[in-house]
């Protein structure tokens, strides 16, 4: 759980904030901070209308903008104390056929936020990664290795300024739009006579959207600058989760799709002299040297770290925590 109070008075803009993400997250600030204001930062006009039937409290604002525009963006920046990038186009297929789009939404997106929030001295940053930006095989995950780059690199030109951007990276997260979960569901509704499945062998992370919202929150009192913050999180096999949502409906197997991994990988094993473990959490320490130098095997929050042995790799299949069916069931009650 985070420190509700550690955001008290502050001012906090969700960039894509009409999201799964986005809207989870301010319903939790809601609810559980004082916040000076909260800024919804994204594209669609349609989105938005429907967020404010549902949240209009008087610290919340609308704020109609892409992260590729830079004017529009350092208008909504002004005086704002904390940013979550959470902007970014996600399908993976769309992203095949339409690279250019992708790349000027997720890369060049990514270093508008970083070089508008550096002048509009932004204290912190913190910006949405995912699995498939390691090791990345399609080009959705090689935009996002480049924005956690620029994230991460962005703390070595800071100068005097007090701003600083870390990352946060996690895997699937149960029920968001998107996802395999909804799919299922909806076979089960129309009563489909099978399921497919790409891989029997296929392995994912799972993480539910309070989960994430609490461990981004959490970032900002954890975070000194450059980190990827990895939680740890339980893993399930895609023929147990299509059990677990479709129990009785036979499996047909379809094969991986194009830009499809069978394991998803969120610590590789080629950053392990980099990786740090601590009780809940996995911090990949930056690559570069900045100019201050900070000791991250000890948070702000007094949290200890120890590294983790040479060619260790957080991996789906390898995980120690592995979800029961029971469990998905119960993740997925309302």
Request: glycine share 8%; hydrophobic share 40%.
């Amino acid at each position: 759980m985070f420190n509700s109070e550690f955001f008290e008075g502050k001012s906090i803009l969700i960039t894509g904030g009409t999201g799964s993400f986005g809207k989870k997250c301010v319903q939790t600030l809601l609810k559980k901070c004082n916040l000076a204001r909260i800024i919804v930062y994204s594209r669609d006009e349609l989105k938005q209308y429907e967020m404010q039937q549902e949240f209009n409290s008087p610290a919340m604002r609308y704020f109609i903008g892409d992260v590729r525009d830079r004017d529009r963006l350092r208008l909504a920046l002004r005086d704002v104390d904390y940013v979550i990038h959470a902007a970014a186009l996600k399908q993976i297929p769309a992203a095949e056929f339409n690279p250019m789009e992708c790349i000027k939404t997720n890369i060049h997106g990514a270093n508008n936020v970083v070089d508008i929030a550096l002048g509009c001295n932004v204290e912190k940053v913190v910006a949405l990664s995912t699995d498939k930006a390691v090791n990345p095989i399609n080009l959705y995950g090689a935009t996002k290795l480049a924005a956690d780059k620029l994230f991460v690199a962005a703390n070595n030109i800071v100068g005097p300024s007090k701003t600083r951007y870390s990352v946060v990276r996690y895997g699937n997260v149960v029920g968001s739009r998107g996802s395999v979960v909804p799919f299922f569901q909806k076979l089960v509704r129309e009563s489909a006579e099978e399921v497919p499945i790409t891989d029997s062998r296929m392995t994912r992370f799972w993480i539910t959207l309070e989960q994430g919202v609490d461990l981004v929150l959490n970032s900002f009192e954890r975070m000194q600058g450059g980190e990827i913050f990895v939680p740890k999180i339980p893993s399930m096999k895609i023929v147990d989760l299509a059990e677990a949502i479709a129990p009785g409906i036979p499996h047909k197997t379809v094969g991986i799709r194009p830009g499809e991994k069978l394991h998803e990988v969120m610590c590789p094993g080629d950053s392990s002299h980099l990786t740090l473990e601590f009780s809940d959490h996995y911090v990949i320490t930056p690559t570069i040297g900045f100019v201050w130098n900070f000791d991250f095997t000890i948070n702000p929050l007094g949290e200890r770290g120890i590294p983790v042995k040479d060619g260790f790799e957080y991996r789906s299949d390898n995980n120690p925590e592995w979800i029961t069916k029971t469990q998905l069931r119960d993740m997925l009650k309302p």
